[in-house]
C-alpha cells in the first residue's frame, strides 16, 4: 500500500474516531469528501485510488478538484470550503507522519478558502409562523406529528439534527419543563419550554406508545424521520399555509429558518445576543450577530433614538473641467 493509503487509514481509525471522537456526522462528512477526490484523481492520473500517492494529489490537482466541484458539480463557496477543510485536515496530520513529502503537503494546505456573500438570514413574522402551525391537519396522526415538530422547531430553534435525535425521555414536562438535546460537538444543552409547548407535548407524549428509549417524532412505522423527510413536510405545510398567508409563498421555507425564527422572537424580546446564543447551541457569541444584522426593526429603533446631524441639501460641482470628467467616471 502507498503511504497515502496507510496515513489516509490511520487518519480515519486513529485521529478522528480514537483520538479527536468525532462525531458519526463528521467522519460522514470527510469520507464524502475524500470518495469524491480519490475518484477525481482516479480519473485524472488513470491510477487506481489505492495505488494513488502524495506526490499525486498535488496543490494544482487539487485545484482542480475544487473547481470540479464548483463547475460540474454545482456546489457552492461553502461546500467548497467544507471539502477543502476536510482535505488540510488529512494533510496537516500527515505532514508528521511523512516528512519526505513536506513539500507536497505544505503547497496543498497553503490552498486557501474561497470567500463568499453572506446573505441576510431569513426568517418569518409573527403572522407567517401562526399561519404555518394552522396548516397541518390535526384531524390526522402525521397532521398532529407535524403540528407539534413545527411547534417545538418555532420555540426551541433546534437544528434539524437535533429534532431528529430527540427521544421521549428529552421530554421534561414537569417543574422547569425543558427539552434535552445533544447538539453540534456533541454539546448537550437544554432549553426551556413554554406553557403552549408543554401543553401540546403533553397530549402527543399520551398519543405515543410509552418508551423512553423511542424517538419523538417517527414515521408511522415507528422509524425515525429523515432530514429531506421533515424539510418536505415544512414544505408542504409553507405551500398550504400560503393560501391565507401570500407572503409565505415568497419564501423558501425550511427547518433553518424556523431556527433563525427561534432566534428572531427571542431579539424581538429584548433577549440579550449572549443568551440567545447559549440557547441556539452556538460556538461563538458572535455567530448572533447575523440576526442583528437581518433585522431591520432593531435598526430603525436605534436610528430614532439617535440624534442625527442635519445637513443642507446640495450637489457637489467642480469648477476644473479635469475635475468634472474624473467626477463622471
Known amino acids: ?71 460540474e458539480r454545482k456546489n457552492g463557496a461553502r461546500t467548497r470550503n467544507a471539502r477543502l477543510a476536510a482535505i488540510h485536515s488529512l494533510f496537516r496530520y500527515a505532514a508528521l507522519r511523512n516528512p519526505e513529502c513536506a513539500a507536497t503537503i505544505a503547497r496543498v494546505l497553503a490552498i486557501q478558502s474561497k470567500r463568499f456573500e453572506r446573505a441576510i438570514v431569513a426568517f418569518l413574522t409573527e403572522a407567517e409562523v401562526q399561519a404555518l402551525l394552522a396548516a397541518p391537519d390535526r384531524a390526522s396522526w402525521s397532521g398532529r406529528r407535524d403540528h407539534v415538530l413545527l411547534l417545538v422547531a418555532v420555540q426551541t430553534g433546534l437544528r434539524i439534527s437535533e429534532l431528529i435525535g430527540l427521544r421521549q425521555s428529552d421530554v421534561h414536562i414537569g417543574v422547569g419543563a425543558h427539552l434535552a438535546c445533544q447538539g453540534k460537538g456533541r ?31 417517527t414515521t408511522r412505522a415507528g422509524t425515525p424521520l429523515s432530514r429531506d423527510a421533515i424539510e418536505r413536510r415544512i414544505a408542504l405545510h ?31 424580546a429584548g433577549v440579550d445576543p449572549t443568551v440567545i446564543a447559549l440557547w441556539l447551541g452556538h460556538e461563538r457569541v458572535d455567530t448572533t450577530a447575523i440576526y442583528l444584522h437581518a433585522h431591520l426593526g432593531i435598526k430603525e429603533q436605534a436610528l430614532d433614538r439617535a440624534r442625527m446631524p442635519t445637513a443642507k441639501v446640495g450637489r457637489y460641482c467642480p469648477t476644473d473641467k479635469l475635475l468634472a470628467f474624473l467626477e463622471s467616471l
Open 1 to 71: 500500500m502507498t503511504a497515502l493509503a496507510i496515513t489516509l487509514q490511520a487518519f480515519f481509525t486513529d485521529r478522528l474516531l480514537r483520538e479527536r471522537h468525532a462525531s458519526p456526522c463528521t467522519v460522514s462528512a470527510y469520507r464524502d469528501t475524500w470518495r469524491l477526490l480519490l475518484g477525481f484523481c482516479a480519473k485524472r492520473t488513470g491510477k487506481s485510488p489505492s495505488a494513488l500517492d502524495f506526490s499525486d494529489l498535488d496543490a494544482p490537482l487539487v485545484c482542480a478538484f475544487l473547481d470540479h466541484l464548483e463547475l
Open 238 to 268: 409553507a405551500a398550504t399555509a400560503s393560501a391565507t398567508c401570500p407572503t409565505l409563498g415568497k419564501k423558501n421555507i425550511t427547518c433553518h429558518v424556523l431556527r433563525h425564527t427561534a432566534a428572531m422572537r427571542l431579539l424581538e
Open 187 to 217: 454539546k448537550n444543552r437544554i432549553t426551556p419550554l413554554t406553557v403552549p409547548v408543554v401543553n401540546v407535548l403533553r397530549t402527543w407524549l399520551a398519543e405515543c406508545d410509552v418508551n423512553p428509549s423511542a424517538r419523538l417524532f
